[in-house]
């Protein structure tokens, strides 16, 4: 069973920066694609960012290109570190931000719909203050 564990959120001021991390097991062999959801108040998740681990290859919602950065590496004990870097944070990026993942590769038309993801963190809250 993979599990995800994200970390690094918190209450910064606009124009600041934040790196979210997410701690992966059982992710070591093959091919998965890890993302990151994001979801305000009242509103829907959405996702903003994937990776495929086998190649690196990435996809950003277009509402976060140029400020968004997402990246994974190999860690110790057969996991992975999945990191969303954010840059220039804004008020609207207020949220709790989700790792997902699933035993597929991203798909272009899908990756940002949340049935496409069979695992999911616990999330970590983002404020951004103006």
């Known amino acids: 069973q993979v599990q995800l564990v994200e970390s690094g959120g918190g209450s910064v001021q606009a124009g600041g920066s934040l790196r979210l991390s997410c701690a992966a097991s059982?992710?070591?062999?093959?091919?998965?694609?890890m993302s990151w959801f994001r979801q305000a108040p009242g509103k829907e998740r959405e996702g903003v960012a994937a990776?495929?681990?086998?190649?690196?290859?990435?996809?950003?919602?277009d509402s976060v290109k140029g400020r968004f950065t997402i990246s994974v590496e190999n860690a110790e004990n057969a996991k992975k570190i999945l990191y969303l870097q954010i840059h220039s944070l804004r008020p609207e990026d207020t949220a709790m931000y989700y790792c997902a993942a699933d035993g597929t590769y991203c798909k272009t038309d899908t990756w940002h719909l949340q049935y496409e993801y069979n695992y999911w963190g616990q999330g970590t809250q983002v404020t951004v203050s103006s």
């Open positions: 990776i495929d681990s086998g190649d690196g290859r990435t996809k950003y919602a």
């Open positions: 059982r992710v070591a062999y093959g091919s998965y694609c």
